[in-house]
């Protein structure tokens, strides 16, 4: 898969931009803060229907302006394809592929994309939710139909918890709001039986990819692991001894994890009336992320911080080129090579090079590994300056670098 070309109008500090992409190895290259990292978001909010930085929409579109549009030509082998998203200020957002109106859920079928930013260093040092937000993201690249379970999970959520909270503060019948939530319950294990049983297939898929590229990144076995920290089985103490950590190499079926969820919220149901909101699901749940055998957060070092998460993005980069017939995903990585010493900019370039498509931001083009090709694409104060189609990097005088 590759992006062939990105057209913005109205976009973050985008007045206008046309940005013509080529395969392999393509660079943006700006001082910080002329909109580079912009590019990447709309690339990816095409593909997630998300932005990593903000949870508004509205922040995307220029200010001033009503309206914002992103549309993207994709390739897909001897296919093509047109994406358009229009995103409105006072309105529901629009789509269009190839000329024609669709959900805008629709978009990520048709486009995969892995993103690495500084940002997601909070996937380790972050809050549950980050790390939930990066399941959910990784799920609906890998199955697009997984953006309805996880909206439709949200907003049954929403309702589920105004209710408890209106029982909370009017009082009343414990039968009737009984009867009520009965009705909810169903929804809610319906489709976060679907969440839980995808995401523990994920897991379980990302394990060895993530092993292999910690080990491309660092040249060393650190053991890196990663597992899933269910509310549910929590709850009903099936894993008391690792606090809800969940076994997912274990085949289950989506029924039994739906039976469970259901004897889960019944056990919190008192808890629930007392305390106006829905204690167990996957909105509750977490990921698990160690390298030798102690979490990553808390014990590991900035340098091996980077790596592991650097690694977990390759694994589902990994993944999604081995699920889908549509070819790789592209690869955006945001800034990234200037937080890396010398040795692992090189490994990182050998482990991405091979991948259909990659985009790279930097502010700093002696930060990229030299001495290879790079398509490059100039960037100054939201405006395309210069493309130069396939530049070969030159090699500066190693023998004053030093690596940190």
């Not at 109106?101 to 939710?129: H, Y």
């Not at 597992?227 to 997912?248: F, I, K, N, P, Y």
């Not at 739906?258 to 749940?285: C, I, K, M, S, Y």
Request: hydrophobic letters at 40%.
């Amino acid at each position: 898969m590759q992006v062939r070309h990105l057209s913005l109008a109205n976009y973050r500090n985008y007045a206008h931009a046309e940005l013509v992409f080529a395969p392999g190895m393509n660079m943006l290259v700006g001082r910080n803060g002329q909109g580079k990292t912009n590019v990447a978001e709309a690339l990816m909010y095409l593909a997630t229907l998300r932005s990593h930085r903000i949870s508004q929409d509205a922040a995307l579109i220029k200010a001033g302006e009503d309206s914002a549009i992103v549309r993207c030509r994709l390739a897909q082998g001897e296919r093509e394809a047109l994406l358009e998203l229009q995103l409105n200020r006072g309105s529901a957002n629009k789509a269009l592929i190839n000329r024609h109106s669709v959900k805008t859920r629709e978009l990520t079928q048709l486009i995969s994309a892995v993103l690495f930013a500084p940002e997601d260093l909070m996937i380790v040092r972050g809050e549950p939710a980050t790390r939930r937000s990066f399941l959910d993201d990784a799920l609906i690249s890998r199955h697009p139909v997984a953006a309805g379970a996880i909206a439709d999970y949200e907003k049954i959520l929403r309702q589920r918890n105004t209710m408890l909270r209106d029982f909370k503060h009017t009082g009343r019948s414990a039968n009737s709001i009984d009867t009520l939530l009965d009705v909810w319950d169903e929804q809610l294990v319906e489709m976060g039986s679907q969440i839980i049983r995808h995401r523990r297939m994920l897991i379980e898929d990302l394990r060895d990819p993530l092993i292999q590229g910690y080990f491309s990144l660092v040249d060393q076995d650190h053991q890196p692991t990663i597992a899933l920290m269910e509310s549910v089985q929590e709850t009903l103490g099936v894993s008391r001894e690792t606090s809800g950590v969940v076994d997912v190499g274990a085949s289950v079926s989506r029924e039994t994890i739906a039976e469970e969820f259901r004897d889960a919220l019944r056990l919190v149901r008192g808890r629930e009336l007392e305390r106006g909101q829905t204690l167990v699901g996957p909105h509750r749940d977490d990921a698990v992320l160690q390298l030798k055998s102690l979490p990553v957060k808390g014990y590991a070092s900035h340098g091996e911080t980077w790596s592991y998460v650097l690694s977990l993005k390759l694994a589902l980069a990994s993944v999604l080129s081995t699920d889908t017939v549509e070819g790789d995903p592209v690869l955006i990585l945001d800034d990234v090579f200037a937080e890396l010493d010398l040795g692992r900019r090189e490994r990182l370039y050998a482990a991405v090079s091979g991948y259909e498509q990659v985009i790279v931001t930097t502010a700093v083009e002696g930060d990229v590994p030299q001495g290879h090709e790079w398509h490059t694409i100039r960037i100054e104060a939201g405006e395309v300056v210069a493309i130069e189609p396939v530049v070969t990097q030159e090699t500066p005088d190693q023998s004053s670098d030093t690596d940190e």
